[in-house]
C-alpha cells in the first residue's frame, strides 16, 4: 500500500478492459484500489502491472454474484477505513453481454445476465453505502449507451443497463442529503475484449435458435456480427472512460450521466429527439 494513499477506491471487474483502465486512473489519481478480479491469474497480472507503475491497487477476489466475496471485500473496505483510508468511491464496473433475440434466449441466460449486471452493483453498493456515506464518497455505475437505446438482439443486456440506470436514479434520490454522489457512466462501442467473448460464444447463442428462427433473426444476426468485428476499430479506449469515471470522483458536483464515445453522445440526442416509431424505423436499417 502507498503510503500516499488518501483514500481507497473499489473497482469490480477489473481483470481487463474498462475495470483494468479505471483502477490504474484512480491509483494514479492518489487512491488505493481494491481491484476485483476472478481468479489468481488475473490477480497476479493486475499486481505486475501495478508494480511497474509503483501504484496503490491491490488485487482482491471478487465475484460479485457470490455474497462471501462481497462480505471479504466489505471487511478489508473497514479495515482500510480504520488505516485512515476512507473510502472515496465504488465503481461497479462487472458486467457481461448477453445477446440474442428474445424469443431465443434462455431464462437462465437472461438470469445470469441481471444476476451479474445489476444485482451485483446493487450487492456491492449495499455493502459498502455505509463506508460511502461516511466518506462521502461516489458511486459510479458503469452502464451503457444500450442503457438508453435497446437494439434488436440486445434485450438482455439492455434490460440490465436500462435497469442499473434506474437503480443508479433511486439510489442517488435517496443518498442525496448525505453527501455521496451517484453517477452514470455510459460508454458507447470501446475496446474492449467483451463482444469478442461474444462472438467466441457464438455457437453457444445459434444453438439457441432453430431453423424458423434463424431465418426470422438471420439479418439482425448477422449485422450483430459486423459490428461485434468491427468494435476494435470503431469504439474509444478503455483509457477514455477511465479517465471520464476519475473526473466524476474527483467532482464535488458531477453530473448524473456521462456518455463516452461519440456514439454514445449520438444514441442519447436520437432517444430524446426522436419518437418511438422514428427510432424504430431509424434502427431497422440494421438489417441492411
Known amino acids: 500500500m502507498s503510503a500516499s494513499a488518501t483514500g481507497a477506491a473499489v473497482v469490480t471487474g477489473a481483470s481487463t478492459g474498462i475495470g483494468a483502465a479505471t483502477a490504474t486512473a484512480l491509483a494514479r489519481a492518489g487512491l488505493h484500489v481494491l481491484a476485483g478480479v476472478r481468479d489468481a491469474a488475473s490477480a497476479e497480472r493486475t499486481a505486475r502491472a501495478a508494480a511497474a507503475e509503483d501504484l496503490s491497487v491491490e488485487p482482491v477476489h471478487l465475484d460479485v454474484t457470490a455474497a462471501a466475496d462481497v462480505a471479504a471485500l466489505r471487511g478489508r473496505v473497514e479495515e482500510l477505513g480504520r ?31 441481471l444476476e451479474v449486471n445489476l444485482l451485483g452493483a446493487v450487492a456491492t453498493t449495499q455493502a459498502l453505502l455505509p463506508a460511502l456515506v461516511g466518506a462521502r464518497g461516489a458511486v459510479v455505475n458503469v452502464s451503457s449507451m444500450a442503457g438508453r437505446v435497446a437494439g434488436p438482439l440486445f434485450a438482455p443486456y439492455s434490460a440490465s443497463k436500462h435497469a442499473l440506470e434506474a437503480t443508479s436514479d433511486a439510489l442517488r434520490r435517496e443518498v442525496r442529503g448525505l453527501g455521496v454522489r451517484v453517477v452514470v457512466v455510459e460508454p458507447g462501442v470501446v475496446r474492449t475484449g467483451i463482444w469478442a467473448k461474444g462472438l467466441a460464444t457464438r455457437a453457444v447463442r445459434d444453438s439457441w435458435l432453430d431453423d424458423a428462427q434463424r431465418s426470422r433473426y438471420g439479418a439482425f444476426l448477422a449485422a450483430a456480427e459486423r459490428a461485434a468485428r468491427g468494435a476494435d476499430r470503431r469504439g474509444v479506449e478503455a483509457q477514455a472512460v477511465a479517465d471520464v469515471v476519475v473526473r466524476a470522483v474527483r467532482s464535488h458536483r458531477p453530473r448524473t450521466r456521462y456518455p463516452v464515445g461519440r456514439d ?6 436520437l432517444a430524446r429527439l426522436l419518437p418511438d416509431r422514428a427510432l424504430d424505423a431509424l434502427v431497422a436499417g440494421l438489417r441492411g
Open 83 to 113: 488505516q485512515g483510508l476512507p473510502l472515496a468511491a465504488l465503481v461497479n464496473n462487472a458486467g457481461l453481454a448477453v445477446t440474442g433475440p428474445v424469443e431465443c434466449v434462455p431464462l437462465d441466460a437472461w438470469r445470469e445476465q
Open 264 to 269: 454514445a453522445a449520438l444514441a442519447v440526442r
